[in-house]
């Protein structure tokens, strides 16, 4: 079935530092993909999208590329504040009448001063 | 553009109690979704309605749990008897149709199981 690998944290890193973290997905067809941004106490935010090959999502200095040929989405920011610090969920939306989302397991990211 | 609005927010109850939580969508969204999201894990979708007819209600434990969502607008999710494993955020959402549309969530109702 269709899923999304995301990898595990937390990862912590200091104001300034270059961030990745790594998605990839399995999926029939051709899905969307996104990452929901999960602040403390708050509910999930849409942070970027993708929806074809090749797309680029950006947004608050975030990036990811839909890559088929590698079937991932990794997230990337080339210099991360405190205020970034949140759980970051990488998700895909299953083609077909029912849509639906499927998520992977979070990545906490915790940014020190 | 008005976001998908939730209440309450906070609610601490009883085990054994019930509870209700409200859902308004963002206007003209025809899919709804309620996830349950516990503390430190991804969200879990309960159930999903398109308009006021559910698509997808396979993981809703329907011994304890309801939803309905009358005239495809407004979702109420209700939990009777509550269980302490039923702590966690409810979160809301709702989409467009079309496949790139994206799906929007709301704040969340965070419930607490004494």
């Not at chain 2, 991804?42 to 007819?53: A, C, D, R, S, V």
């Amino acid at each position: 079935g269709d899923s999304v690998t995301q990898m595990e944290g937390p990862v912590t890193l200091s104001e300034e530092a270059f961030l990745t973290i790594n998605c990839t997905y399995t999926a029939t067809g051709y899905p969307s993909l996104f990452w929901y941004v999960q602040y403390p106490g708050e509910g999930l935010q849409l942070l970027l999208k993708a929806t074809k090959a090749d797309d680029k999502g950006s947004n608050k200095g975030f990036e990811a590329t839909y890559r088929k040929e590698t079937t991932s989405f990794h997230l990337e920011k080339g210099s991360v504040q405190v205020s970034d610090s949140a759980v970051y969920f990488c998700a895909l939306l299953k083609a077909g009448n029912n849509r639906k989302l499927i998520w992977g397991l979070g990545t906490s990211l915790a940014v020190n001063p | 553009e008005a976001g998908v609005a939730q209440s309450p927010r906070y609610k601490i109850i009883e085990k054994r109690q019930s509870v209700a939580f409200w859902c308004n969508p963002i206007s003209g969204h025809a899919t709804l979704y309620w996830y349950q999201q516990i503390l430190g894990q991804g969200p879990k979708l309960l159930i999903q309605f398109q308009n006021n007819g559910v698509v997808d209600d396979s993981q809703l434990p329907k011994d304890r749990f309801s939803a309905e969502r009358l005239k495809g607008v407004d979702s109420t999710l209700k939990i009777q008897p509550a269980k302490l494993e039923d702590s966690a955020v409810y979160l809301c959402a709702s989409g467009e149709q079309g496949l790139g549309n994206t799906i929007y969530f709301g704040e969340g109702s965070w419930l607490t199981v004494v």
